[in-house]
């Protein structure tokens, strides 16, 4: 029977030290079947540099702060990682988290350099190397690794997603579209506006009051090709300036980092030839 | 009278759109509600003046609360 003490040893946050939770007794408890408990593996300790700053010291500038976990007791992504940052070292570590299983979109943050769903990018398990977590590049920052999106949403409600026809609504009948016009739409419709494309691409970063970014464009084409909605004549002309759409240089890097594995640039590129060659 | 910096006009025209929205209030209340914008600004004083980041991020919030408080529907202000 393991006493509390060799637990507390085997405990592996190596910050000040907090009482273990009942989490890691009731781990133990069921190892205690298996021939190897996970106290018999070697702790692989991996370094976290998270970025940090608190809004209510504002003269206090950002830096980045340094964790460390074993990985043998940690859940295999960037998201079990931060939990246990917060759980067990550092409760005033923020950041945005909601399904654990990347179709939210609220986990959005730069790991290793790259925008994605921490929830989906997996711990690189090279112990050598420190893991590095910053928030969305180029976005303003409310508390650690939560970004300001409003402006993203107020680009994404200016395009105005939703259905619009000019027929008045037929009763007991639903608009009708045929299966090769609903395959237009895959590909577009699964995103769930995480922001890591938009936030990505450079050309947003300095113009992001004016250009839309390709999230939002990407959404618009979503409306622009869908059969059933009859204002695709006025959601063209409203692309149809210097700015909202022809920022794009294809620069790409928005369908490089998408987590979803969408393609943004070819999104705003079909946007492109409807406007130049659209009936 | 020493040349105001962009930055300090910034702060000012901040301050003189509290004050104008504070007028706006009903009668009762205004007097919560400078009480208020003078402890905001109060609060920051200490700020250095060459310390862009932290200014402009105040200028930010202080925006933004201008933007919630100066609706019609907020009536009055309780510490």
């Given amino acids: 029977m393991l006493s509390r003490s060799a637990l507390r040893a085997a405990s592996s946050a190596s910050r000040t030290a907090i009482p273990i939770s009942a989490r890691t007794l009731a781990s133990v408890a069921t190892s205690q079947v298996a021939p190897s408990t996970p106290?018999?593996?070697?702790p692989r300790i991996k370094k976290f540099q998270v970025y940090?700053?608190?809004?209510d010291q504002p003269e206090k500038k950002p830096y980045m702060q340094e964790y460390e976990l074993d990985l043998n007791q940690t859940g295999p992504m960037v998201l079990d990682a931060l939990?246990?940052?917060k759980?067990?070292?550092d409760p005033t570590l923020t950041f945005r988290r909601s399904c654990r299983e990347g179709i939210c979109g609220?986990?959005?943050m730069n790991i290793e350099g790259t925008n994605t769903l921490a929830c989906l990018c997996r711990i690189d398990v090279d112990t050598s190397k420190p893991s590095k977590i910053y928030p969305l590049p180029h976005t303003y920052v409310v508390k650690d690794l939560v970004p300001d999106l409003t402006q993203f949403y107020k680009q994404y409600k200016s395009i105005k997603p939703y259905l619009q026809r000019k027929d008045p609504p037929t009763p007991m009948k639903e608009n009708l579209q045929s299966v090769a016009d609903r395959k237009k739409l895959d590909g577009l419709y699964e995103c769930i506006l995480c922001a890591c494309c938009s936030t990505s691409c450079p050309s947003y970063w300095w113009n992001s009051s004016e250009y839309l970014g390709p999230a939002v464009l990407m959404q618009s084409y979503r409306w622009i090709a869908d059969s059933r909605d009859q204002f695709k004549e006025e959601r063209k002309a409203a692309l149809d300036n210097e700015m909202s759409l022809y920022r794009c240089h294809t620069i790409m890097n928005?369908?490089?980092?998408?987590p979803k594995g969408l393609n943004p640039g070819l999104a705003i590129a079909k946007i492109k030839k409807e406007l130049a060659f659209g009936s | 009278m020493v040349r105001l910096t962009g930055i300090q006009r910034d702060v000012l025209s901040l301050y003189r759109s509290c004050l104008r929205m504070?007028?706006?209030?009903?009668m009762e209340s205004q007097a919560n509600f400078r009480e208020y914008v003078r402890d905001e600004f109060r609060e920051h004083l200490s700020v250095s003046k060459k310390d862009f980041a932290t200014i402009e991020h105040l200028l930010r919030l202080g925006r933004r609360k201008l933007d919630t408080y100066s609706q019609p529907g907020v009536k009055n202000i309780y510490r």
């Fill in chain 1, 39 to 42: 106290e018999s593996k070697k």
């Fill in chain 1, 106 to 108: 609220s986990c959005a």
């Fill in chain 1, 87 to 89: 759980n067990e070292i």
């Fill in chain 1, 52 to 55: 940090r700053w608190n809004p």
């Fill in chain 2, 22 to 26: 504070v007028r706006e209030k009903p």
């Fill in chain 1, 83 to 85: 939990i246990r940052m």
């Fill in chain 1, 254 to 258: 928005c369908s490089r980092t998408c």
